[in-house]
């Protein structure tokens, strides 16, 4: 168990829709990534935040948004989503935004139909 | 950020020693060298990490040369529950406050009774 809660765990839409992925980091991570994971593409970096701030960005489109609360927890946003935005959505975090390991979660696989 | 190159698939029989070589030609002064092992629908999970020299823990072992271009991770006597998915990552800068990882294809390790 890594400590890292991602819900929920499977999620299917249509195509247009939006969908909200959430995530809670390990107790005392302050940084919070977001990878996409589809069988053709490998895992991508999407996102990443550190105590409430952007602090990088991989490719992710302009249809996803993300945010970090308060409270450590973040939000992946996902909208007019596509066929093609079927995949597995990880979340990972580490204590600091430097070199430390990253915990992942067991994802949330979103299924567009 | 540094590419990775290791190899695609490997195969293995129980209780062998495995090792997988990841080439890191760009390692930039300040990356790290870290593995990450995955099993199907999991999210990927922290083996190993390391600067230079030797770095072993209780499930494996790190070997970086002198001039950090390459790495080989060395996983003592291999079970079936070792047939996953191992990624070889570089990266994460102090400097820059970010921890973006970049993920290759990994290395396929197939362990055969």
């Known amino acids: 168990d890594s400590g890292v809660t991602q819900t929920p765990k499977h999620l299917i839409t249509a195509t247009g829709q939006r969908v909200t992925l959430r995530c809670s980091p390990r107790?005392?991570?302050?940084?919070v990534y977001w990878y996409q994971q589809s069988l053709d593409q490998g895992l991508q970096f999407l996102i990443q935040?550190?105590?409430?701030?952007?602090?990088a960005k991989g490719n992710i489109l302009e249809r996803f948004s993300a945010q970090q609360f308060p409270d450590l927890h973040s939000e992946l946003n996902l909208s007019s989503l596509e066929l093609g935005d079927s995949a597995l959505y990880f979340c990972?975090?580490?204590?600091?935004?430097?070199?430390?390991?990253?915990?992942f979660g067991d994802g949330t696989r979103l299924s567009i139909l | 950020l540094a590419k990775t190159t290791q190899p695609i698939s490997m195969d293995s029989y129980e209780g062998q020693e495995v090792n997988i070589t990841c080439s890191h030609n760009?390692?930039?002064?300040?990356?790290?060298i870290t593995w990450y092992q995955q099993f199907p629908s999991q999210g990927p999970r922290f083996i190993i990490q390391?600067?230079?020299t030797k770095v072993t823990n209780e499930v494996a072992s790190l070997f970086i040369p002198a001039d950090r271009k390459s790495s080989t991770l060395s996983l003592p006597r291999v079970s079936l529950s070792d047939t996953a998915v191992y990624y070889c990552?570089?990266?994460?800068?102090?400097?820059?406050?970010?921890?973006?990882?970049?993920f290759g294809a990994g290395t396929r390790l197939a362990v055969h009774p």
């Open positions: 990972a975090s580490s204590a600091n935004p430097s070199n430390q390991p990253q915990h």
């Open positions: 107790s005392g991570d302050l940084s």
């Open positions: 935040y550190y105590n409430g701030e952007e602090r």
């Open positions: 760009n390692i930039a002064t300040n990356d790290y």
């Open positions: 390391g600067y230079k």
């Open positions: 990552l570089v990266g994460a800068s102090f400097s820059g406050g970010y921890n973006k990882l970049i």
